[in-house]
């Protein structure tokens, strides 16, 4: 299953440039660029980064990147409403002559291909298997990948509940299907996640300036929840919260009172 996944997301990244009958566009790398200012020694090019891929028969493809400083690097790629399939793996990249893609080589066996990245300012820009900058007539942007600020960005984390009106929430609770968490993803303000029973679906409103946050009502699954007796409570937070704070990948939940409603860690590579 796992090697089905992955070989699709290869076939994906393979097709993708066919969306506008174009052939894919060479990246302008060659020539004598100077060595001193290259994406591998002048861009701060470790950290986590992520981005939300097209799929043509599910919700999109959430894909989160760690690079390492050692060169190593670690993927999980989720295949949205469709039973959240995930896939993970790891591995080693290594930079191009020019210093300006890496190419990401799996530790597996089963895993025979490679993935291109073109590596840029707080960004990684998604490449085809040849290498080569994808063209298609899909929005701007729709294959790059944002580096994670570690601290005050809320969009595209996994946001893990931890306190629920001021009580602590265990990481497993027994019973439990899944943790019960939430993603705001940047594109078409999506919100997904889990009750820790439940799959949970809607959208949000969000401004980052005045640190304002709202919610539409949210659908979920309709799982019996053995085990998660705050469900229903966890999901009346986003109906009452009007604003929020974060600090060090901590994020409370507030209502118009700024009031506590309920607090999230941010977690990488989940």
């Not at 946001?159 to 001021?166: A, P, S």
């Amino acid at each position: 299953m796992k090697r089905t996944i992955y070989l699709l997301f290869v076939a994906l990244i393979a097709m993708s440039a066919c969306h506008s009958g174009k052939k894919s566009a060479q990246n302008n790398l060659s020539g004598n660029p100077d060595p001193a200012h290259t994406s591998e020694n002048a861009l701060d090019w470790a950290g986590v980064y992520k981005g939300l891929l097209p799929c043509a028969d599910c919700q999109g493809i959430q894909v989160e990147i760690r690079l390492n400083d050692d060169l190593t690097y670690e993927r999980v790629m989720t295949y949205m409403g469709k039973g959240d399939n995930r896939y993970a793996d790891k591995g080693r990249f290594e930079w191009d002559v020019n210093g300006r893609r890496i190419k990401l080589t799996p530790d597996s066996a089963d895993n025979d291909g490679n993935t291109w990245f073109q590596v840029g300012e707080n960004q990684l820009i998604v490449l085809d298997t040849a290498g080569n900058r994808i063209e298609s007539n899909l929005p701007p942007g729709t294959y790059n990948f944002k580096k994670i600020d570690l601290d005050n960005v809320v969009t595209e984390k996994y946001w893990k509940l931890i306190e629920l009106d001021g009580k602590a929430i265990a990481s497993n609770e027994e019973g439990a299907a899944r943790e019960a968490h939430f993603i705001l993803h940047a594109q078409d303000s999506l919100i997904s996640g889990s009750t820790g029973c439940n799959r949970l679906t809607g959208k949000y409103d969000l401004d980052e300036q005045d640190g304002r946050i709202g919610f539409s009502p949210l659908a979920t699954t309709r799982m019996a929840c053995i085990g998660v007796d705050y469900e229903q409570s966890y999901l009346d937070v986003f109906g009452a919260t009007d604003n929020y704070t974060v600090s060090h990948d901590t994020l409370s939940l507030n209502n118009a009172d700024k009031k506590v409603l309920a607090k999230f860690v941010a977690v990488y590579l989940r």
